[in-house]
């Protein structure tokens, strides 16, 4: 990666650490599909799961005093069971359909969420477990499982402090456990390792932005602007692995 490549992609990092931490879903779903553009799928993957420890480290950090140890043991135990079965399958799927299935999953739950925004789920213990494990296994397989997992964290009506601690503390774990799969499967190389220590760096900085840009503005309409964002980078992976695959 060259010195433009590098500015562009820390600048992208942050911007998705920001918008992960305002909208609650986490930054790997804005990082995934934007790391995309710079290394191969498999090594996005490593790096996020390294990256998003440093994130979560820094969320649970300045949003302490909102853990819910209920959620996160409803939600948090399937998600990390999963985790692994998703981050296992991945070593058998060519990287270009993983990508294609990450710009169908985008674009699916973005526009269904942005359909359906002003329904509810219950809170219940089977929706808990069910939305915990199909999190944790698209975060395993894809990189990213934050927005199921946001959803179902909404289902309880829990303050956004509450909101953003609970679901680090459940990420964290999660990243813990695919990490330690994405290292064995060889995704995490040498000669990425530098990306880490800017995307510490992104990690603080990004979530301190977020958190500011939280006190001052209204949580539903940055959240109404995060899967409108969503829903578009789900589009642009989409015509990009058209034109690359099809028109190349």
């Not at 539903?220 to 034109?243: E, M, N, P, Q, T």
Request: hydrophobic share 55%; aromatic share 12%.
């Amino acid at each position: 990666m060259g010195t433009t490549g590098l500015i562009w992609f820390t600048l992208l990092s942050l911007l998705a650490e920001v918008l992960g931490t305002v909208g609650g879903f986490g930054s790997s779903l804005f990082f995934v599909p934007i790391a995309s553009n710079f290394i191969d799928f498999h090594s996005v993957l490593g790096v996020t799961a390294i990256f998003h420890v440093c994130s979560n480290l820094t969320k649970i950090s300045l949003f302490r005093h909102g853990f819910n140890k209920k959620i996160i043991i409803r939600v948090g135990l399937p998600a990390v069971l999963f985790v692994t079965v998703g981050a296992y399958v991945s070593r058998f799927l060519n990287s270009d359909y993983l990508e294609l299935a990450l710009s169908i999953f985008l674009i699916t739950v973005s526009t269904l969420l942005l359909l359906l925004r002003d329904k509810s789920m219950h809170p219940s213990l089977f929706n808990a477990f069910v939305g915990g494990a199909l999190s944790g296994f698209m975060a395993g397989l894809l990189g990213s499982g934050g927005v199921i997992r946001g959803l179902t964290l909404s289902a309880f009506n829990v303050q956004k402090n509450v909101f953003i601690a609970t679901s680090a503390v459940i990420d964290l774990a999660v990243d813990l456990s695919r990490g330690a799969v994405y290292v064995t499967n060889g995704y995490v190389h040498k000669h990425d390792l530098y990306l880490i220590a800017i995307l510490v760096v992104v990690s603080i900085v990004g979530t301190l932005i977020g958190k500011k840009i939280l006190d001052y503005f209204s949580e539903a309409r940055f959240k109404y602007f995060v899967l409108a964002l969503i829903l578009f980078i789900g589009c642009a992976s989409l015509i990009k692995l058209v034109i690359v695959n099809v028109w190349w």
